[in-house]
């Protein structure tokens, strides 16, 4: 009986997927951008949206794949933050903490309610730059 319901319990947790978005906060107003820049002519690492592919639409739960492009150095996996971009914005990183590692975040089952949504990404490296990027999810209806 014990181990029938831990079953049960496991296949929930596999078929069900990880909140990254509610719809409560979907229904809040767009954040007004601000452009993020960096001085120098250092090369700031960013990120590269792998899955969903950019501008591809999906349906929810989705594989959220994100890679760092490091520019050769080891990232801080503690210093990764991501922001939905709202008003006010909404911090999403105790959500994607269990799925972030050194190369990126891999969220295989990331939930969110259907429309547009962009999201912020922020991390630092060994040598101390700052990366960061913005990433745009397209979420078909049910």
Excluded: C, N, W
């Excluded at 309610?113 to 745009?136: A, C, K, M, N, W």
């Amino acid at each position: 009986m014990l181990l029938r319901l831990a079953s049960a319990t496991l296949i929930a947790a596999i078929t069900l997927g990880s909140v990254l978005i509610t719809p409560e906060e979907a229904e809040r107003p767009p954040a007004q951008l601000l452009q993020e820049t960096l001085r120098g002519a250092v090369r700031a690492p960013g990120i590269e949206q792998i899955e969903p592919a950019a501008g591809t639409p999906v349906a929810s739960p989705f594989h959220l794949k994100l890679r760092f492009l490091d520019e050769g150095a080891v990232v801080d996996a503690s210093s990764v933050q991501l922001s939905y971009l709202k008003h006010p914005p909404v911090d999403l990183t105790s959500r994607v903490s269990g799925f972030v590692g050194a190369d990126g975040i891999d969220m295989p089952q990331a939930e969110a309610p259907p429309g547009e949504h962009q999201l912020r990404v922020r991390y630092r490296d060994s040598q101390g730059r700052i990366g960061f990027g913005t990433i745009r999810l397209t979420v078909l209806p049910h």
